[in-house]
């Protein structure tokens, strides 16, 4: 499994949010795709939060190709306050427990 977690903060989060909403369909419709989770921060009113999960790295390549990944990055960077963070990891998937 490959995931991916990107941090940044944005100067209008409401639309970040919106948009990330607007595409996560998309997203989680493409191939590989495990799961697209986005979050606001609880203590920073500028922060969010997306983590991916994905079958392997090459889907997640597939998806920083896709129409989805150019959209969220006209809407998302001018507004991003900072450089974003991505911190991706190759991980075995122990158990899921329900």
Same mark, same amino acid.
């Given at each position: !499994?490959?995931?991916?977690?990107?941090?940044?903060? $944005?100067t209008?989060?409401? /639309?970040a949010?919106?948009?990330? #909403?607007?595409? @996560? #369909? &998309?997203?989680?419709?493409?191939?590989g795709?495990? $799961?697209?989770?986005?979050?606001?921060?609880?203590?920073d009113?500028? $922060?969010?939060?997306?983590?991916?999960?994905?079958?392997d790295?090459?889907?997640? =390549?597939?998806?920083? &190709?896709? @129409?989805?990944?150019a959209?969220? @990055?006209?809407?998302?960077?001018?507004? !991003?306050?900072?450089?974003?963070?991505?911190? &991706?990891? #190759? $991980?075995?998937?122990?158990? /899921?427990? =329900?």
């Amino acid at each position: !499994m490959f995931i991916a977690i990107l941090d940044f903060k $944005a100067t209008d989060r409401p /639309t970040a949010l919106a948009q990330l #909403d607007e595409e @996560g #369909d &998309r997203v989680r419709a493409m191939p590989g795709n495990v $799961a697209f989770r986005v979050y606001a921060s609880r203590a920073d009113d500028a $922060a969010v939060a997306v983590v991916h999960e994905w079958d392997d790295e090459a889907s997640f =390549a597939g998806y920083l &190709r896709s @129409g989805s990944f150019a959209r969220l @990055g006209e809407v998302l960077r001018p507004m !991003m306050v900072e450089a974003p963070v991505s911190r &991706r990891f #190759d $991980a075995d998937l122990l158990e /899921t427990v =329900a």
